[in-house]
């Protein structure tokens, strides 16, 4: 089996990616950054299988990525939300995005600075206001005139129709 670290890589970036360099990690995050909390939630909307989600949310929450908490709704299961640490990573994630949109297909959400409305560019940067909004500040919704390649139902997907702030938990 390949390991997990890169132990003999002195690099942070290295560090960075034993963290979060696994299949689905950066899916999962971005999923929390949009909102989703519940286990159930994370599967419908990624179809990821249960066994994956699960180890993947451990070794976040073992990593200080995510927090796991129970949920006062549902007695005996957990809500999984990002740290201060988890939450540094968002202009990673807003980077990959980026990059995503520019070379490989059109992204088919847009990311928005939620008091000016003016939507972020390449580097998540309000050229508007002159700063980099913290993910609370930002609004997401699919992309006007953008028709999507993947037309998904699940619960997340349709609460994400409508502009939605990062990190406020959808309602499925
Ligand atoms: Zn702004």
Redesign the pocket.
Known sequence: MLGKDYTAQDCSLARALEVVGERWTLLILRDAFFGVRRFNDFQVHLDIPKAVLSDRLSGLVDDGVLERRPDPDHAGRALYELTPAGRDLWPALHALLAWGDRHRAPNSREFR?A??D?PLDDHAY?A????S?DPHDIVTAPRRGRRQRVRREDPVAVALQTPHRLLEPVKT
Do not use: A, D, I, L
């Open positions: 600075h008091v000016c003016t309000c508007t206001c002159g700063t909004p």
